[in-house]
C-alpha cells in the first residue's frame, strides 16, 4: 500500500489538489473548478469528489492538508469543511492558510531555503501573503498575515472584504480587469494581457507597469512591516513578471524604509500542495 498526504490548494477558481509524498514530491495532481458562488453546499461536494479521486484503495493516507484562502474570498469555514471531510474520512485533518503553506514549501526547498526571514505573495484573483520565520509559519494555523486586506487606499475600490482599496484590488485579478478598462483593452483575464505584452502592444506593456508600481507599493509596506530577505511571488500573475519587475522594484527602490529584500518568482507548480508533507510536522 503507498503512503501518501493529500494536499488541497483552493482558490477562487479551481480546487487543485495532490497526492504527495512524504518527502514532499507530488505523485498524482487532479483539478476540478471551485465553484465559490455557488455556496458552502457545492465547495462541499466537489472537495469531496476530488478526494475519492486520489484515496483510491490502494492509497493508505497519512493526512489530508488543507490550504484555505482567507475567509474574506471563502463562503464556508475551514472547520466546517474540517467537519464534513472528517465524517467521511478517518485520516487526520489539518488546514493551513495558503498563502503560509506556499511559502514553507519556498522556504523549505525553494528560494528562500538559504534566507531566513521568507514572505510569499500570491497574486491571484486574492492576494495572499506568508511569512515563515527562521522555517516556522509567523502566525500559523490558518492566521495569516492578511497582508491582502491592508488598505492601500482608504477611498479606494471596494473589496470582498467590506473594506476599501485593499492591497488585493491593486495587486490581485479584480486590479488587472479594471487597469484593462482604463487602457480600452478587451481583453478578460491577465492571461489575455499577458498574451498582449507578449505580442509587443503598447498599451498592454503600459498596463503592466502600473500594475507593477501598485504592486511595488504594496511590498513597500511588506517591506517595512517585515524586513524580510527574500520575497517570492506566486501565483497566475507572477507569470507576467519581466513586464511589471522594473517598475514594481523601482517602487520599493524608491520608498521602503528598509534594505529592499531579494524578489524572486516561484518556480514550484504546486508549493502549497506539496507542503502537504511538511505543515503537519
Ligand atoms: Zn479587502
Same mark, same amino acid.
Given at each position: 500500500?503507498?503512503?501518501?498526504?493529500?494536499?488541497?490548494?483552493?482558490?477562487?477558481?479551481?480546487?487543485?489538489?495532490?497526492?504527495?509524498?512524504?518527502?514532499?514530491?507530488? *505523485? @498524482?495532481?487532479?483539478?476540478?473548478?471551485?465553484?465559490?458562488?455557488?455556496?458552502?453546499?457545492?465547495?462541499?461536494?466537489?472537495?469531496?469528489?476530488?478526494?475519492?479521486? *486520489?484515496?483510491?484503495?490502494?492509497?493508505?493516507?497519512?493526512?489530508?492538508?488543507?490550504?484555505?484562502?482567507?475567509?474574506?474570498?471563502?463562503?464556508?469555514?475551514?472547520?466546517?469543511? &474540517?467537519?464534513?471531510?472528517?465524517?467521511?474520512?478517518?485520516?487526520?485533518? $489539518?488546514?493551513?492558510?495558503?498563502?503560509?503553506?506556499?511559502?514553507?514549501?519556498?522556504?523549505?526547498?525553494?528560494?528562500? &531555503?538559504?534566507?531566513?526571514?521568507?514572505?510569499?505573495?500570491?497574486?491571484?484573483?486574492? +492576494?495572499?501573503?506568508?511569512? +515563515?520565520?527562521?522555517?516556522?509559519?509567523?502566525?500559523?494555523?490558518?492566521?495569516?498575515?492578511?497582508?491582502?486586506?491592508?488598505?492601500?487606499?482608504?477611498?479606494?475600490?471596494?473589496?470582498?472584504?467590506?473594506?476599501?482599496?485593499?492591497?488585493?484590488?491593486? @495587486?490581485?485579478?479584480?486590479?488587472?480587469?479594471?487597469?484593462?478598462?482604463?487602457?480600452?483593452?478587451?481583453?478578460?483575464?491577465?492571461?489575455? *494581457?499577458?498574451?498582449?505584452?507578449?505580442?509587443?502592444?503598447?498599451?498592454?506593456?503600459?498596463?503592466?507597469?502600473?500594475?507593477?508600481?501598485? *504592486?511595488?507599493?504594496?511590498?513597500?509596506?511588506?517591506?517595512?512591516?517585515?524586513?524580510?530577505?527574500?520575497?517570492?511571488?506566486?501565483?497566475?500573475?507572477?507569470?507576467?513578471?519581466?513586464?511589471?519587475?522594473?517598475?514594481?522594484?523601482?517602487?520599493?527602490?524608491?520608498?521602503?524604509?528598509?534594505?529592499?529584500?531579494?524578489?524572486?518568482?516561484?518556480?514550484?507548480?504546486?508549493?502549497?500542495?506539496?507542503?502537504?508533507? $511538511?505543515?503537519?510536522?
Amino acid at each position: 500500500m503507498k503512503k501518501a498526504f493529500v494536499g488541497f490548494d483552493v482558490g477562487g477558481t479551481n480546487i487543485e489538489a495532490g497526492l504527495v509524498s512524504e518527502q514532499g514530491k507530488i *505523485l @498524482a495532481l487532479f483539478s476540478h473548478p471551485a465553484q465559490t458562488n455557488k455556496g458552502k453546499k457545492q465547495i462541499a461536494q466537489n472537495t469531496i469528489k476530488v478526494l475519492e479521486k *486520489l484515496l483510491t484503495p490502494d492509497i493508505k493516507c497519512l493526512g489530508i492538508c488543507l490550504a484555505w484562502p482567507s475567509p474574506a474570498n471563502m463562503p464556508l469555514t475551514i472547520s466546517e469543511i &474540517k467537519k464534513i471531510i472528517s465524517q467521511k474520512y478517518k485520516c487526520p485533518v $489539518f488546514f493551513e492558510n495558503d498563502a503560509n503553506l506556499f511559502t514553507l514549501t519556498e522556504a523549505l526547498r525553494g528560494q528562500g &531555503k538559504k534566507h531566513k526571514t521568507v514572505v510569499g505573495v500570491t497574486l491571484g484573483t486574492g +492576494v495572499g501573503c506568508g511569512v +515563515v520565520d527562521n522555517k516556522k509559519i509567523f502566525n500559523g494555523r490558518g492566521e495569516a498575515s492578511e497582508f491582502g486586506h491592508v488598505s492601500l487606499n482608504f477611498d479606494g475600490p471596494k473589496c470582498v472584504c467590506g473594506n476599501k482599496g485593499c492591497f488585493e484590488e491593486y @495587486a490581485g485579478s479584480r486590479a488587472l480587469k479594471r487597469l484593462a478598462k482604463k487602457y480600452k483593452l478587451t481583453a478578460k483575464n491577465g492571461q489575455e *494581457l499577458y498574451n498582449l505584452a507578449r505580442q509587443g502592444n503598447k498599451k498592454a506593456l503600459k498596463l503592466w507597469q502600473e500594475f507593477g508600481k501598485y *504592486l511595488g507599493i504594496g511590498l513597500t509596506s511588506i517591506t517595512n512591516a517585515y524586513d524580510p530577505d527574500v520575497i517570492i511571488l506566486g501565483g497566475q500573475i507572477s507569470k507576467a513578471y519581466k513586464y511589471f519587475d522594473k517598475a514594481m522594484k523601482q517602487e520599493i527602490k524608491t520608498k521602503a524604509l528598509l534594505k529592499p529584500p531579494i524578489i524572486k518568482v516561484s518556480k514550484f507548480k504546486n508549493a502549497a500542495i506539496a507542503a502537504a508533507a $511538511f505543515a503537519s510536522k
